[in-house]
T-cell receptor
């Protein structure tokens, strides 16, 4: 069975500071991993995804994530937070047996000016 | 650009009413999904469909049904709305194949049942 844990339902950072959002997964088979962002009253938008190959994945808006199999983690980072990064972030996992996704419970990012 | 549209952004219904939420995608995707989103619970899968007239139950199908008569359209039906179905409902679609295909989401419908 697959599952996703996002540590920290709320994260606050100062503008210009490092953003680190944590995601750990549980999967019995090699997973595909995704990060989505949701701005207020909108749907989810894909930030980045890991399928195969390079374990460091770059996404939109300066975000990146690293797949660490030994730690079963896929943490999202951005070197310098911007006010426009304030949003809800979701980590998700899927496996090769279909297209069903398993989402974490989300992390709300606040950026302090 | 992939587009997933949902029929309403905001909806207010009374307890016991039958409610239809419509979702349309324009990318010829085989898979379509309905989720509900609640604070602290993330996204929970209600139903999904991998082909016309095909449907599979997700994690929380009770109180809901779905219909997929055309490839581009996936409807969520609340047979008799209840207050505990007040939530944000998100529709998504994806291409078929391996799990590496991302899901594309609509803007959501915020449903209030009074």
């Amino acid at each position: 069975a697959q599952s996703v844990t996002q540590l920290g339902s709320h994260v606050s950072v100062s503008e210009g500071a490092l953003v680190l959002l944590r995601c750990n997964y549980s999967s019995s088979v090699p997973p595909y991993l995704f990060w989505y962002v949701q701005y207020p009253n909108q749907g989810l938008q894909l930030l980045l995804k890991y399928t195969t190959g390079a374990t460091l994945v770059k996404g939109i808006n300066g975000f990146e994530a690293e797949f660490k199999k030994s730690e079963t983690s896929f943490h999202l980072t951005k070197p310098s937070a911007h006010m426009s990064d304030a949003a809800e972030y979701f980590c998700a996992v899927s496996v090769d047996t279909g297209n069903q996704f398993y989402f974490g419970t989300g992390t709300s990012l606040t950026v302090i000016p | 650009d992939v587009k997933v549209t949902q029929s309403s952004r905001y909806l207010v219904k009374r307890t016991g009413e039958k409610v239809f939420l419509e979702c349309v995608q324009d990318m010829d995707h085989e898979n379509m999904f309905w989720y509900r989103q609640d604070p602290g619970l993330g996204l929970r899968l209600i139903y999904f469909s991998y082909d016309v007239k095909m449907k599979e139950k997700g994690d929380i199908p009770e109180g809901y049904s779905v219909s997929r008569e055309k490839k581009e359209r996936f409807s969520l039906i609340l047979e008799s709305a209840s207050t505990n179905q007040t939530s944000m409902y998100l529709c998504a679609s994806s291409a078929s194949g391996t799990g590496s295909y991302e899901q594309y989401f609509g803007p959501g419908t915020r449903l209030t049942v009074t």
